[in-house]
């Protein structure tokens, strides 16, 4: 009776814990989507010093997305992060005096799949024109992150 009571005990925690909801862990990479209408800037822009302009994509990520950040930086000396077929003319390499460097996060609210951006950014005045980078990065909830980096001016 006793080993019959055993089986019995062990059979249902074997049911209760069998049947447990088992967790997916999410291995996908969240995109960046540049397709859109109006999609800004795309490789080769070209920037005004002294104006602004709209920075505009769609985030995307298959469970949800976390944040994203920018960072401009000059491109002066022609290194190379681009993540675009596309090759942009560059101007000839120089010492940068006083170059635009721009870079922020930004939290998506929680629970979102596709977040688009629109956000205007102002270009300084008084900076150095020249080559740029535009670093997009956008990391989802369970921390995969994408990295777009595009080729721009800046006039």
Known sequence: MKKNLNI?????????????????????????????????????????????????????????????????????????????????????MKTPVNPFLFIRNYPIPAGQRNYETSMDIEVPLDIDPGDYHFMIRVTDKEGWQTLRGISIKIE
């Open 8 to 92: 019995i005990f062990l059979t249902l925690l074997a049911l209760v814990f069998g049947c447990e909801e088992k967790m997916e862990i999410d291995t996908e990479y969240p995109e960046i989507i540049m397709t859109i209408p109006d999609a800004f800037p795309v490789q080769c822009s070209t920037l005004k010093r002294g104006e602004s302009f709209t920075f505009r994509v769609l985030l995307h990520d298959n469970v949800a997305l976390g944040s994203y950040s920018l960072d401009i930086h000059h491109n002066f000396d022609h290194h190379s992060h681009s993540t675009e077929v596309e090759e942009c003319d560059l101007n000839p």
